[in-house]
C-alpha cells in the first residue's frame, strides 16, 4: 500500500517537472521579441523588420511601374547599408502597393543584395536591380 502511494506520488512529482520545464522552454523560446529603439537618424517611416537575432529597418522610397526603391538601415546604429530598386523575382501571387508592403516584408538578406517576401505560407523575393547606395 505504502509503494503505491509512494509511486503515485512520484509520478505526480515526475508530471509537475516535466511540464514546469515545458512552460519554462516554451517562455523561452517563444517571447515575443520587440523591435529594438529606433536610432535618431533613421526615418520615421522606416519599419523594423527582423526578430530576437536582429534585424534592419527599411523604408519604402518610392514605388513606379512594380519597381520598389527601399533603403535599409542597420539596426543597431541606423547607417544606410543600402538605397536601390527591387523587382520581383519568382513571384506571381502577390501584388505589392506603397499601402500593404509593410505586411509581406519578412527579412532582409544582404548576400545577395535581396529582400524577401512572405505570403501566408509562400514566399518569394524582391531583387535589387538598381543600386544607388550601398555601404562599403
Known sequence: MKKKKLLSLLSISIGLCISL???????????????????NNV????????????????????VKNNSFRYRIYRDWNGVLMLDADFEHLDCN?????????????NYFLNDPL???????????RLQATKIYYTEE
Open 114 to 124: 535581396e529582400l524577401s517576401l512572405q505570403l501566408k505560407g509562400d514566399s518569394c
Open 43 to 62: 526615418p520615421i517611416g522606416a519599419i523594423w523588420v527582423g526578430g530576437c537575432d536582429g534585424g534592419n529597418w527599411i523604408e519604402l522610397i518610392s
Open 93 to 105: 501571387t502577390i501584388s505589392l502597393t506603397e499601402s500593404n508592403w509593410k505586411s509581406y516584408i
Open 21 to 39: 520545464g515545458l512552460i519554462v522552454v516554451y517562455l523561452l523560446f517563444n517571447r515575443p521579441c520587440p523591435p529594438p529603439e529606433k536610432p
